[in-house]
């Protein structure tokens, strides 16, 4: 991303939703798509005289993040209250950290065009999320709105980074990372779709070379990897043409409109940040002690940048390819179970990354419901390897293994798919067809080379794809050269 | 620190309160006798003690993560002034400009 003699400066804030059973602060049940109301007790509903009792697996949660993320783990944290009125909370504030949050001080390092960059991370703390509105018609046109609070109260993790991402490409690396190290924690389902992973980005530009941050603006809400993408670049060419042109940047939150591509000022919600933060009363210092925080540590899997530099090193794979099978646990699996039994790293990652990931997608499938075993796939590699069969008729027949889950030995032997090896029966069907293509014979004589193509091509088509085109191609040249 | 007749009306939208003038002067002087009566906590040496957060020196009490009975939606909506199917109805949230 050029942006001719500026940068942009971005830090970003993520809302995780936890994948706990039960609510922050109450035992109801943090499940979607549930009857609207029906996840709801006095506490979540901030009723008169109820008390929140804190969820221990959310603390588990946030110590095994902060932990992941180099962060220090806080002795001694405290909840606050931030105070805000608006229908979807019902107490009239948040319960939230402020002042000392569980995790601060950590990092994360992402690769841009194999370049390492450290990204840190100033705090992850701990807070409920808020009710939901419907709004039957949109929010601006609509004379109500509707309120659900089985989201209140859910438990989330917000994960705050230093402003230190200079480009979108960049948050988009970050939040990925960020994302997978969710899932493989499995805290967080990472689903966008349903907002378990929501991201707010702080943006501002200055020219190349100045220490100082300009005027920032709030993207909210953003969504999906691609709308992150495109409205960050949208928003940092906006703050960069308005100084060119002489303009000041205001403080402010915008939305990012997905069908016009621009962001827009958010009219009317700007008035009274005031939060009048405060320690909150009704819930005790919390304090974690070094064993709790050693016996997480002990039970943590590999992380997916660790599991990125294993597979680099082990295998000896490309950046690229290891990026993609580690960024599904399953798929990264997959590949190790795979080439326990067929090893070689580079063929099994290039079958994964074409052939599985498009039959995959085609059946609108995970990786951990891989139609393919492991085992089928080694043998059908172990086929092509030892000659059995060509690498032609191995794709031809992935789908139908797919399909079928029938083992790749007896496919190929049931089909007849065995590719002939033979010399001596494929330097007869070479004759069969040089005698069909007297003219074509003549033109390749005098010169015409690519002509080959065609032969090889005839005597495939001949023997169903089964003769084994190196031993062809080398017979047949032997033969019109003679 | 005297707190103005502004900092009540000012304080009392963010809560969305409606005061009238008299309770604005009402609230502005409780308020001020308030803080007067705090400001003896201000005659205290404090330098080097950790502010407190709770006055009791207790760890915070937490639960295991299990499920508990909720309200069915008819008692957690029975109070509801107006209501649409399972959902509470309230007035439409982002106001024209003033």
């Given at each position: 991303?050029?942006?001719?003699?500026?940068?942009?400066?971005?830090?970003?804030?993520?809302h995780?939703?936890?994948?706990?059973?039960s609510?922050?602060?109450?035992?109801?049940?943090?499940?979607f798509?549930?009857?609207?109301?029906?996840?709801?007790?006095?506490?979540?509903?901030?009723?008169?005289?109820a008390?929140?009792?804190?969820?221990?697996?959310?603390?588990?949660?946030?110590?095994?993040?902060?932990?992941?993320?180099?962060?220090?783990?806080?002795?001694?944290?405290?909840?606050?209250?931030?105070?805000?009125?608006?229908?979807?909370?019902?107490?009239g504030?948040?319960?939230?950290?402020?002042?000392?949050?569980?995790?601060?001080?950590?990092?994360?390092?992402?690769?841009?065009?194999?370049?390492?960059?450290?990204i840190?991370?100033?705090?992850?703390?701990?807070?409920?999320?808020?009710?939901k509105?419907?709004?039957?018609?949109?929010?601006?046109?609509?004379?109500?709105?509707?309120?659900?609070?089985?989201?209140?109260?859910?438990?989330?993790?917000?994960?705050?980074?230093?402003?230190?991402?200079?480009?979108?490409?960049?948050?988009?690396?970050?939040?990925?990372?960020?994302?997978?190290?969710?899932?493989?924690?499995?805290?967080?389902?990472?689903?966008?779709?349903?907002?378990?992973?929501?991201?707010?980005?702080?943006?501002?530009?200055?020219?190349?070379?100045?220490?100082?941050?300009?005027?920032?603006?709030?993207?909210?809400?953003?969504?999906?990897?691609?709308?992150?993408?495109?409205?960050?670049?949208?928003?940092?060419?906006?703050?960069?043409?308005?100084?060119?042109?002489?303009?000041?940047?205001?403080?402010?939150?915008?939305?990012?409109?997905?069908?016009e591509?621009?962001?827009?000022?958010?009219?009317?919600?700007?008035?009274?940040?005031?939060?009048?933060?405060?320690?909150?009363?009704?819930?005790?210092?919390?304090?974690?002690?070094?064993?709790?925080?050693?016996?997480?540590?002990?039970?943590?899997?590999?992380?997916?940048?660790?599991?990125?530099?294993?597979?680099?090193?082990?295998?000896?794979?490309?950046?690229?390819?290891?990026?993609?099978?580690?960024?599904?646990?399953?798929?990264?699996?997959?590949?190790?179970?795979?080439?326990?039994?067929?090893?070689?790293?580079?063929?099994?990652?290039?079958?994964?990354?074409?052939?599985?990931?498009?039959?995959?997608?085609a059946?609108?499938?995970?990786?951990?419901?891989?139609?393919?075993?492991p085992?089928?796939?080694?043998?059908?590699?172990?086929?092509i390897?030892?000659?059995?069969?060509?690498?032609?008729?191995?794709?031809?027949?992935?789908?139908?293994?797919?399909?079928?889950?029938?083992?790749?030995?007896?496919?190929?032997?049931d089909k007849?798919?065995?590719?002939?090896?033979?010399?001596?029966?494929?330097?007869?069907?070479?004759?069969?067809?040089?005698?069909?293509?007297?003219?074509?014979?003549?033109?390749?004589?005098?010169?015409?080379?690519?002509?080959?193509?065609?032969?090889?091509?005839?005597?495939?088509?001949?023997?169903?794809?089964?003769?084994?085109?190196?031993?062809?191609?080398?017979?047949?040249?032997?033969?019109?050269?003679? | 620190?005297?707190?103005?007749?502004?900092?009540?009306?000012?304080?009392?939208?963010?809560?969305?309160?409606?005061?009238?003038?008299?309770e604005?002067?009402?609230?502005?002087?409780?308020?001020?006798?308030?803080?007067?009566?705090?400001?003896?906590?201000?005659?205290?040496?404090?330098?080097?003690?950790?502010?407190?957060?709770?006055?009791?020196?207790?760890?915070?009490?937490?639960?295991?993560?299990?499920?508990?009975?909720?309200?069915?939606?008819?008692?957690?909506?029975?109070?509801?002034?107006?209501?649409?199917?399972?959902f509470?109805?309230?007035?439409?949230?982002?106001?024209?400009?003033?």
């Amino acid at each position: 991303m050029d942006y001719r003699g500026f940068e942009g400066v971005i830090g970003l804030e993520v809302h995780a939703h936890l994948l706990t059973e039960s609510k922050l602060f109450c035992g109801c049940s943090t499940k979607f798509g549930a009857e609207p109301n029906s996840h709801t007790c006095p506490t979540c509903m901030g009723l008169p005289g109820a008390l929140p009792v804190l969820n221990k697996k959310v603390v588990d949660f946030a110590i095994r993040l902060g932990l992941a993320l180099n962060c220090t783990i806080n002795r001694r944290s405290i909840f606050a209250r931030k105070n805000y009125y608006y229908p979807d909370l019902p107490k009239g504030y948040q319960i939230s950290q402020y002042e000392e949050p569980i995790c601060e001080n950590g990092y994360l390092d992402i690769y841009i065009n194999e370049e390492k960059k450290r990204i840190r991370i100033k705090r992850i703390h701990m807070e409920e999320d808020a009710g939901k509105l419907v709004h039957e018609d949109t929010i601006e046109t609509s004379t109500y709105s509707l309120v659900d609070y089985n989201r209140s109260s859910v438990p989330l993790l917000e994960i705050v980074s230093e402003p230190d991402i200079r480009t979108p490409e960049e948050a988009v690396e970050y939040l990925k990372m960020l994302r997978d190290c969710l899932i493989y924690l499995e805290i967080c389902d990472g689903n966008m779709e349903e907002g378990s992973f929501r991201c707010d980005a702080n943006v501002s530009v200055r020219k190349i070379g100045d220490t100082e941050f300009g005027t920032r603006t709030e993207l909210k809400n953003l969504n999906s990897f691609k709308y992150i993408e495109k409205s960050l670049d949208y928003e940092i060419k906006r703050q960069i043409e308005l100084i060119k042109k002489g303009g000041e940047v205001v403080q402010e939150t915008r939305l990012y409109n997905v069908d016009e591509g621009v962001t827009y000022s958010m009219r009317g919600k700007e008035e009274a940040h005031d939060y009048r933060y405060f320690p909150e009363p009704d819930l005790l210092p919390l304090i974690i002690d070094d064993k709790w925080i050693e016996d997480i540590r002990k039970g943590l899997p590999e992380l997916p940048f660790e599991k990125i530099e294993r597979f680099l090193k082990e295998y000896n794979l490309p950046r690229y390819d290891v990026e993609i099978l580690v960024s599904d646990r399953s798929l990264a699996s997959y590949f190790e179970d795979t080439v326990m039994l067929f090893p070689e790293p580079k063929t099994v990652s290039n079958w994964i990354m074409t052939e599985l990931l498009r039959e995959l997608k085609a059946r609108n499938l995970e990786a951990k419901d891989a139609p393919i075993s492991p085992a089928n796939l080694a043998e059908l590699l172990t086929l092509i390897k030892d000659g059995t069969i060509s690498i032609k008729i191995g794709k031809e027949i992935f789908p139908e293994l797919c399909s079928t889950g029938a083992s790749p030995k007896r496919l190929v032997q049931d089909k007849g798919l065995i590719q002939i090896s033979d010399e001596s029966a494929i330097a007869q069907t070479i004759e069969q067809i040089l005698a069909r293509f007297p003219k074509e014979v003549a033109e390749f004589k005098a010169g015409k080379d690519k002509l080959l193509g065609f032969f090889v091509g005839q005597v495939m088509k001949e023997t169903k794809g089964k003769a084994n085109p190196k031993l062809l191609n080398e017979l047949l040249l032997k033969r019109l050269k003679a | 620190m005297k707190i103005t007749s502004e900092t009540v009306e000012y304080v009392a939208h963010l809560a969305r309160l409606e005061l009238a003038r008299e309770e604005i002067d009402l609230y502005t002087n409780q308020l001020n006798s308030i803080l007067d009566y705090m400001d003896a906590l201000n005659r205290l040496d404090t330098q080097g003690i950790e502010p407190t957060s709770h006055p009791m020196p207790l760890n915070c009490v937490m639960r295991d993560d299990d499920i508990r009975e909720s309200f069915t939606v008819e008692a957690s909506t029975q109070n509801a002034p107006e209501r649409i199917g399972s959902f509470f109805k309230v007035p439409p949230i982002i106001e024209v400009e003033e």
